[in-house]
């Protein structure tokens, strides 16, 4: 039986991850609180529950993305929604290809596991319930995230080609802030596979999926 919260909610943050790299990119700009969340949930390594990793309160972002991207015809899509939903199914589709590499895979679990020791002894209150967005939101963090995204994912696998201004596309804290969401998407399609999802799946739960989503909009 299909567990449509949970599949629902990671959909949510890996919607969420997409909105904020095109708003990165054509504008330079990111929402604190919705980053926040899903940079947080690459710390949380022992999760007993899908909402100890996403708070569905602090997912209305990739929630209202999902209603927009799976809720609409293409050509009721605006521009970005387009973007944003192309963007989700390419890191779907990479996402599946990490897990499929047992070693890049384990390397990359290894290595998340180590950053989540680094940055929760740094900052205490990285994994509070109340988001912590001045300690998760820092140069350093996307810096450390962004890293581990370059020099793990990037040489092993095909580049995804962002799009948007240039002048923000080349500002190393944009790149560095993009790369950790690609991360953090990476992490929601992990946890969204593990809860039962499959692209080939999604038009059948469509319905579901989007009157889950409408609760929390």
């Not at 944003?84 to 047992?102: D, F, G, P, W, Y």
């Not at 109340?130 to 092993?156: D, M, R």
Request: proline share 1%.
């Amino acid at each position: 039986m299909a567990d449509i919260k949970s599949e629902t909610i990671a959909l949510g943050a890996l919607f969420q991850c997409c909105t904020q790299i095109q708003r990165i990119a054509s504008t330079g700009y990111y929402d604190e609180k919705a980053v926040s969340c899903v940079l947080r949930a690459l710390a949380v390594t022992n999760p007993k529950t899908v909402e100890d990793i996403y708070n569905p309160e602090y997912l209305t972002v990739g929630f209202k993305q999902i209603i927009d991207s799976l809720g609409k015809t293409d050509l009721s899509k605006g521009a970005d929604t387009i973007v944003v939903t192309k963007m989700a199914l390419k890191l779907i589709t990479l996402a599946h290809s990490v897990e499929r590499n047992q070693r890049i895979y384990q390397r990359l679990s290894d290595e998340i596991d180590a950053l989540s020791k680094a940055v929760t002894t740094e900052h205490t209150d990285f994994l509070n319930d109340e988001l912590s967005v001045s300690s998760i939101n820092t140069k350093n963090n996307f810096h450390l995230f962004g890293s581990l995204y370059q020099s793990i994912i990037s040489p092993n696998f095909a580049k995804l080609l962002i799009y948007g201004d240039e002048r923000f596309l080349r500002d190393t804290d944009n790149q560095e802030r993009i790369r950790a969401l690609l991360l953090a998407g990476i992490r929601a399609v992990i946890l969204w596979r593990q809860v039962g999802g499959r692209r080939r799946f999604l038009i059948f739960r469509r319905k579901e999926i989007l009157k889950y989503a409408s609760l929390h909009v």
